[in-house]
């Protein structure tokens, strides 16, 4: 039982280049979340998908794309990256999308935009 | 909309002190709190949460917190701190929605352990 997964680890990018982060979770979660975590803010929400077939936005949703490809893989494409996108960036996933419900991190993928 | 201070950046204990990490929170109704650890390079692993009942909540490796709704606190404690200790620990705050299940997260506490 892996968790949640995130591929890459680490990324090092040129600004206007595209990439997509990949999750996956095998814990059977209905919901999935994206947020990134840069020093002094703690983590921000970029999309959530509260349950396959659905997306929303977060707080921090602009110069992002979320896919939910099926219920174990969510993916986040950045399609013309920015130095400002330079952060850490961590999947989690969810049973269900209420407030209670415990949210599992993945390891996290650490992106640097040139 | 919810927000949540962790006043402390840094904090360096040293090795079976005790440790007590400060949060704020900010939320007009009864709040979903927690708490998270992060291990350097790694994602990060709930400690323990609070919903209702007790206000003195236990967690994982030997932490506990207590949901003061007078100061809208909600203080992580552990009484003898272990070099593995040695992490970033985020406050964060959950609110009821329609949909989704959106945590504000504080700016987070580095801990140091001084042998």
């Not at chain 1, 995130?6 to 997509?20: E, H, R």
């Not at chain 1, 983590?43 to 998908?49: E, F, P, V």
């Not at chain 2, 009864?30 to 390079?41: D, I």
């Not at chain 2, 490796?61 to 606190?73: I, N, Y």
């Amino acid at each position: 039982n892996a968790g949640v997964t995130q591929t890459p680890k680490f990324q090092v990018l040129k600004t206007g280049q595209s990439m997509t982060l990949q999750c996956a979770q095998d814990m059977n979660h209905n919901s999935m979340y994206w947020y990134r975590q840069d020093p002094g803010m703690g983590l921000r929400l970029i999309y959530y998908s509260a349950s396959e077939g659905t997306t929303d936005k977060g707080e921090v949703p602009n110069g992002y794309n979320v896919s939910r490809l099926n219920k174990r893989e969510f993916s986040l494409r950045l399609e013309s990256a920015a130095p400002s996108q330079t952060s850490v960036y961590f999947c989690a996933s969810s049973e269900i999308a209420v407030s209670y419900n415990e949210q599992f991190f993945g390891p996290g993928t650490r992106l640097t935009v040139l | 909309a919810q927000s949540v201070t962790q006043p402390d950046i840094h904090i360096t204990v040293s090795e079976g002190a005790s440790l007590e990490l400060r949060c704020n929170y900010s939320y007009g109704a009864t709040p979903y709190l927690f708490w998270y650890v992060q291990s350097p390079g790694q994602g990060l692993q709930l400690l323990l949460k609070y919903f209702s009942g007790d206000t003195l909540v236990q967690g994982i490796k030997g932490f506990e917190a207590e949901f003061k709704r007078s100061q809208s606190s909600f203080n992580l404690r552990k009484p003898s701190v272990h070099w593995s200790d040695a992490a970033e620990y985020f406050c964060a705050v959950g609110a009821w929605e329609a949909a989704g299940n959106k945590l504000t997260f504080g700016g987070g506490t580095r801990v140091l352990v001084k042998p």
